[in-house]
């Protein structure tokens, strides 16, 4: 079974400002089949990114995904207000094991 | 639209079961797995299994075989997930996903049910 590890735990930002969010895989994504969600409080999952890089429907272009093999990165161009949330790592072949999770606080 | 809908809040005492159930409509039952996930509160996602509504076949986590089962009823284009032998840890909020369809490309979980919550306590 993969095991995804997210880094940072917990990252400070203020609005504007750009965002950097690392899931390190334990093996080969196979497929590059790397998830994003974004989850805020008292709400499930979003779907942000698959494919490791593609946008799920209805996602602004601020967000972005990148990286292939056991290295992946999701950015967030510029925090809106709306942003501050945790972030999960998916990898969604045979485990759907998920990351830990980084939360985006304002700071 | 698309969309799962979840049954509601359970209370549940120490080594009771509890079934929660999700309700799909807006596309074809039958064609997409249904995967169920929980989340302990203020911890992260934890996968616990799948259900291929079509064949009614289903995978279960190593941590949760033995006390889990997920069955359905396509009448009603509803998935159920019942987990035995209740414990304070299973105190979550577990969700149900539409993932892949059943012949088809591999997907994420693009649709979510709103959550059930799960409280075991004596």
């Known amino acids: 079974e993969i095991v995804l590890t997210q880094s940072p735990g917990t990252l400070s930002l203020s609005p504007g400002e750009g965002a950097t969010l690392s899931c390190r895989a334990s093996?080969?994504?196979?497929?590059?089949?790397l998830a994003w969600y974004q989850q805020k409080p008292g709400q499930a999952p979003r779907l942000l990114i698959y494919?490791?890089?593609s946008r799920a429907t209805g996602i602004p272009d601020r967000f972005s995904g990148s990286g292939s093999g056991t290295d992946f990165t999701l950015t967030i161009s510029r925090l809106e207000p709306e942003d501050f949330a945790v972030y999960y790592c998916?990898?969604?072949?045979?485990?759907?094991?998920f990351g830990q999770g980084t939360k985006v606080e304002i700071k | 639209q698309v969309q799962l809908v979840q049954s509601g809040t359970e209370v549940k005492k120490p080594g009771a079961s509890v079934k929660v159930s999700c309700k799909a409509s807006?596309?074809?039952?039958?064609?997409?797995?249904i995967h169920w996930v929980r989340q302990a509160p203020g911890q992260g996602l934890e996968r616990m299994g799948w259900?291929?509504?079509?064949?009614?076949?289903?995978n279960y986590g190593q941590k949760f075989q033995g006390r889990v089962t997920m069955t359905r009823d396509t009448s009603i284009s509803t998935a159920y997930m019942e987990l035995t032998s209740l414990t304070s840890g299973d105190t979550a909020i577990y969700y149900c996903?539409?993932?892949?369809?059943?012949?088809?490309?591999?997907?994420?979980?693009?649709?979510w049910g709103q959550g059930t919550m799960v409280t075991v306590s004596s």
């Open positions: 996903a539409r993932a892949s369809p059943i012949s088809g490309m591999t997907l994420a979980y693009e649709i």
């Open positions: 807006g596309y074809t039952f039958t064609a997409y797995y």
């Open positions: 259900i291929n509504p079509n064949s009614g076949g289903t």
């Open positions: 093996q080969s994504v196979s497929n590059n089949y």
């Open positions: 494919g490791a890089s």
């Open positions: 998916q990898h969604y072949g045979d485990s759907r094991t």
